[in-house]
T-cell receptor, first 113, second 115 residues
Framework: GQQLNQSPQSMFIQEGEDVSMNCTSS?????WLWYKQDPGEGPVLLIA?????ELTSNGRLTAQFGITRKDSFLNISASIPSDVGIYFC?????????????FGSGTQLTVLP | NAGVTQTPKFQVLKTGQSMTLQCAQD?????MSWYRQDPGMGLRLIHY???????DQGEVPNGYNVSRSTTEDFPLRLLSAAPSQTSVYFC??????????????FGEGSRLTVL
């Protein structure tokens, strides 16, 4: 089946630093999505990317859909304490019955004051 | 503003017991799914449904049953709980019509411990 490799698994950063995380896939996706999960909550969508090469920003967040359609990255600039959580990438393929999302294993982000 | 509602939030079972995790959504979404979340493994799809009366298996379906009698509800049944089913379970839904982007809306999760 489809697999997503997400890195890094965890990050400890100082408040104010920038953060970068990425996902690579063995398969092509038509959509890349980035979710954030706060402790004790379900994941919430941060950014969605729909076209190869697309670069999208949402406040301090920037994400890109790789040209090969097999990778994506998420950057967070000037981190703040509320950025703490688990970040997941997810790929969506419309091929066959694979309407479901495939998720990466997550990046646990800790922001130190 | 209910969105996706899961119950219970916490449950402890003994090996061999059965139970049902409830999921309801009020967004009229055709697509509903169940994921389990385990440390270091991300979210893995258990079962999904593209509409009332239609269900299919995901990546890790063994030990779980689902049914979809209405658009709103998608319960997940554990027939004989095993310690390997200790996990956090998330129900999610999305619009599945033309132009759907795959964006999932998640419930708050149900934490299950099997002793």
């Amino acid at each position: 089946g489809q697999q997503l490799n997400q890195s890094p698994q965890s990050m400890f950063i100082q408040e104010g630093e920038d953060v970068s995380m990425n996902c690579t896939s063995s398969s092509i996706f038509n959509t890349w999505l980035w979710y954030k999960q706060d402790p004790g909550e379900g994941p919430v969508l941060l950014i969605a990317l729909y076209k190869a090469g697309e670069l999208t920003s949402n406040g301090r967040l920037t994400a890109q859909f790789g040209i090969t359609r097999k990778d994506s990255f998420l950057n967070i600039s000037a981190s703040i304490p509320s950025d703490v959580g688990i970040y997941f990438c997810a790929g969506h393929s419309s091929a066959g019955s694979a309407r479901q999302l495939t998720f990466g294993s997550g990046t646990q982000l800790t922001v130190l004051p | 503003n209910a969105g996706v509602t899961q119950t219970p939030k916490f449950q402890v079972l003994k090996t061999g017991q059965s139970m049902t995790l409830q999921c309801a959504q009020d967004m009229n979404h055709e697509y509903m799914s169940w994921y389990r979340q385990d440390p270091g493994m991300g979210l893995r799809l258990i079962h999904y449904s593209v509409g009332a009366g239609i269900t299919d298996q995901g990546e890790v379906p063994n030990g779980y049953n689902v049914s979809r009698s209405t658009t709103e509800d998608f319960p997940l049944r554990l027939l004989s709980a095993a310690p390997s089913q200790t996990s956090v379970y998330f129900c999610a839904s999305s619009y599945a019509g033309p132009g759907n982007t795959g964006e999932l809306f998640f419930g708050e999760g149900s934490r299950l411990t099997v002793l």
